[in-house]
């Protein structure tokens, strides 16, 4: 059974920084695309970020230029490294494992992290 801990998540003010983590218990994590997903109150849960097996990045258009999605595949792990962070990305943050990346989406896999809240106040 595949298990993903994030962490990372906090309290910050407009304009500040997190660095969201996700280590996942896979065993060839280096050939899995992985995804940093996000979820508001009473909103649906959109994608953030996705990272192919090769280190090929996708953003989504509100967060470009403001988050980084990383991998280090000898920790198991992958990063978001959000910076200028905005009312707006007030949310659940989840990590996603093994989903399907193309040159245009990411396509969530089965496998979910537990969800970090990141809260951003002003």
């Known amino acids: 059974q595949v298990q993903l801990v994030e962490s990372g998540g906090g309290l910050v003010q407009a304009g500040g920084s997190l660095r969201l983590s996700c280590v996942a218990s896979?065993?060839?994590?280096?050939?899995?695309?992985m995804g940093w997903y996000r979820q508001a109150p009473g909103k649906q849960r959109e994608l953030v970020a996705a990272?192919?097996?090769?280190?090929?990045?996708k953003y989504a258009d509100s967060v470009k230029g403001r988050f980084t999605i990383s991998r280090d595949n000898a920790k198991n792990t992958v990063y978001l490294q959000m910076n200028s962070l905005k009312l707006e990305d007030t949310a659940v943050y989840s990590c996603?494992?093994?989903?399907?990346?193309?040159?245009?989406?990411?396509?969530?896999?089965?496998?979910w992290g537990q969800g970090t809240q990141v809260t951003v106040s002003s």
């Open positions: 996603n494992a093994g989903g399907y990346y193309t040159g245009s989406t990411y396509i969530a896999g089965g496998n």
């Open positions: 896979l065993s060839r994590f280096n050939r899995n695309a």
């Open positions: 990272i192919s097996s090769g280190g090929t990045t």
